[in-house]
């Protein structure tokens, strides 16, 4: 069994301000974690996957995760914060033993000017 | 290089009613991938299909069904249309080798159930 929990429903913060997303998973077995990004009436892309090499993860349009098993948790960070930022983001896990993920319940991130 | 389409774009439909959706996957993608995404229930796993066979199924009643065709394009049905089937449905298309790839998804299809 799999399941994540994203721990803030909504995150405001100012541009050019640091964005911190949190996230914990649970897993039986070796998980995959993504972080995708959907913007309003488009699909789901993604950030930046984890899949067992680094445990930091460089993504696209400067986000980052850190992978922390101790602490079942797959945060994101961004450390200057810009309008275009402004979504919903899902954190996703994937276990090693079959093809389903399972999603996050999403964070909604505002950024104001 | 053409996206995942996802047609229609917007479904209104009744009660009782069956609706089919359609996702043709990015070139040389054989795995495509389905998702129910309410304001409630979040984003839900319904069922991926690689090479024409349903490799797995999310917990959804039998009323949700899909098939893929040979040349990787999928279809989800639903039959006997329910008020709560209102939802956005997204599909995926991937490579489909490793468990761990990344998805490409369709713009998806907001179907709204009277």
């Known amino acids: 069994a799999q399941s994540v929990t994203q721990l803030d429903s909504h995150v405001s913060v100012s541009e050019g301000t640091p964005v911190l997303l949190r996230c914990n998973y649970s897993?039986?077995?070796?998980?995959?974690l993504f972080w995708y990004v959907q913007h309003p009436n488009k699909g789901l892309q993604l950030l930046l996957k984890?899949?067992?090499?680094?445990?930091l993860v460089k993504g696209i349009n400067g986000f980052e995760a850190e992978f922390k098993k101790s602490e079942t948790s797959f945060h994101l960070t961004k450390p200057s914060a810009h309008m275009s930022d402004a979504a919903e983001y899902f954190c996703v896990v994937s276990s090693s033993n079959d093809y389903k993920l399972s999603f996050g319940a999403g964070t909604t991130v505002t950024v104001r000017a | 290089k053409a996206g995942v389409t996802q047609t229609p774009r917007y479904l209104i439909k009744t009660r009782g009613q069956q609706v089919t959706l359609s996702c043709s996957p990015i070139s040389g993608h054989r795995s495509v991938s389905w998702y129910q995404q309410t304001p409630g229930q979040g984003l839900q796993f319904l069922f991926e299909y690689f090479s024409e066979t349903q490799r797995n199924k999310g917990n959804f009643p039998g009323r949700f069904s899909g098939r893929q065709f040979s040349n990787s394009r999928s279809e989800m049905n639903v039959s006997t249309l329910e008020l709560g089937d209102s939802a956005l449905y997204l599909c995926?298309?991937?490579?489909?080798?490793?468990?761990?790839?990344?998805?490409?998804f369709g713009s998806g299809t907001q179907l709204s159930v009277l």
């Open positions: 995926a298309s991937s490579f489909g080798r490793a468990r761990n790839e990344k998805l490409f």
């Open positions: 897993s039986s077995y070796s998980p995959s």
């Open positions: 984890y899949t067992s090499a680094a445990t």
